[in-house]
Nanobody, 122 residues
Framework: VQLQASGGGLVQAGGSRRLSCASSGRTFSNYALGWFRRAPGKEREFVAA????????NYSDSVKGRFTISRDNAKSTVYLQMNSLKPEDTADYYCAAGAAIATMSPAAYPYWGQGTQVTVSS
């Protein structure tokens, strides 16, 4: 399974950005997906996860109410809609796949995409 993340860039505080992550695997709909991020000088942290059918979603407290994860199994793509962005959202964002459930544990995801950088200016 190969994952290709895109959509990062520079955005002003209060603005919005949508990240996409396309998978090359034919079993995309068989597993849960997640987004994680790593800010400069910080540890990787969980952002959001979505179940196989898209019915269950989990969010970190820091993004709840501002970010929305979704998936399109027909396009083998997972999205992260980010609204009301803050400077503290600045990070490299990574998509992950392969988990059995929509978990916040990075160890549950065997497949990872490359990061896409999001910079939020104040």
């Amino acid at each position: 399974v190969q994952l290709q993340a895109s959509g990062g860039g520079l955005v002003q505080a209060g603005g919005s950005r949508r990240l996409s992550c396309a998978s090359s695997g034919r079993t995309f709909s068989n597993y849960a997906l997640g987004w994680f991020r790593r800010a400069p000088g910080k540890e990787r942290e969980f952002v959001a996860a979505i179940s196989r059918g898209g019915y269950r979603k989990n969010y970190s407290d820091s993004v709840k109410g501002r970010f929305t994860i979704s998936r399109d199994n027909a396009k083998s793509t997972v999205y992260l809609q980010m609204n009301s962005l803050k400077p503290e959202d600045t990070a490299d964002y990574y998509c992950a796949a392969g988990a059995a459930i929509a978990t916040m544990s990075p160890a549950a995801y065997p497949y990872w995409g490359q990061g896409t950088q999001v910079t939020v200016s104040s």
